[in-house]
């Protein structure tokens, strides 16, 4: 658990949330209204209320899946590209940042770790739809919060609280980055790019790069921030077969395919499979903001 508190607010009643003691072993975070929400077993906090969310969250066996293919090291120069996109930019004292769409808490640690190597401390808050991402994200992120939450849904942040976003293949919600980042915060979002592992994607089935994908996102931010810029990241990868079925799982693919079929398609498959990762990282900053 982290050992400050952060900036949370109650979904039920807006009120800030703080850390109390519990009764039981597990932590509590509270607020003034009476209303409190139990860390599960496993370290994270669902704040999800009421009707919870139609969306459907990644299944355990997906998480599994990322934890496999995201802890072998085939992303990391992804994850040290957003770490050096962010770190430098955040404030001396008492940075915050909001891993939007967290998963694994992959990402995130990153940036946890190249902040420490520097001799600083952030802050971090991870936010995903899926139980399953945040039971490891929270074992991998320990001095993090990680909540249970769906991004579509007001964030339980303060407004102007956090100094850095980060969103990382997960969807956006431009109207709630810019109201929980502070004045002249930084938003960095990730996107594959046209190319995006080749004849893997062909052969697992994996969803294709959408034409026009780059001018529908600055579309969505213009008007709450300002472009800064952007930096094309590409991966080689060679995977052996069971590493490729992985990759496939682990993504949106992986809510309309099998684990046996994926093996299905990939069993004639020589070792290595070959293909470029093409990722684009995007920085921006909250619109309105002195320089």
Known sequence: MPS????????????????????????????????????????YFNLLVGKGTSFEPDSAAMVA???????????????QAVASAVVPR????????????????????????TAAA???????????????????????????????????????VASSSVDAVTVVFAPRNPAEFARVLR?????????????????IAAITGMLGIEEGKDERLNEAMAGQF????????????????????????????????DSAGLAARLEDSPEPLTADAKFRLFVFRRAGAGA
């Open 183 to 199: 004045p002249n915060g930084l938003l960095v979002v990730v996107t594959p790019r046209s190319g995006h592992l080749g004849d």
């Open 65 to 79: 899946a990322r934890v496999n293919f995201l802890g072998s090291g085939h992303y990391r120069l992804l994850a």
């Open 226 to 257: 300002h472009p800064e810029g952007y930096r094309d990241v590409d991966i080689p990868l060679e995977l052996t077969r069971a590493a490729a079925a992985d990759l496939a799982f682990m993504g949106p693919a992986g809510h309309h395919l």
């Open 118 to 156: 520097q001799g600083r401390r952030v802050a971090g808050i991870g936010l995903d739809i899926s139980k399953f991402a945040l039971r490891r994200a929270a074992r991998l992120n320990p001095e993090a919060v990680n909540l249970v939450w769906d991004i579509w849904q007001p964030f339980p």
């Open 4 to 43: 400050v508190d952060l900036p949370l607010v109650c979904p039920v009643c807006s009120r800030p949330l703080e850390h109390v003691a519990a009764d039981t072993a597990q932590p509590r975070l509270a607020c003034a209204g009476g209303h409190h929400f139990d860390a599960a077993r496993q370290g």
């Open 90 to 113: 955040l404030p001396e004292e008492g940075p915050v940042v909001l891993d939007s769409g967290t998963g694994t808490g992959h990402y995130l640690r990153e940036i946890l770790d």
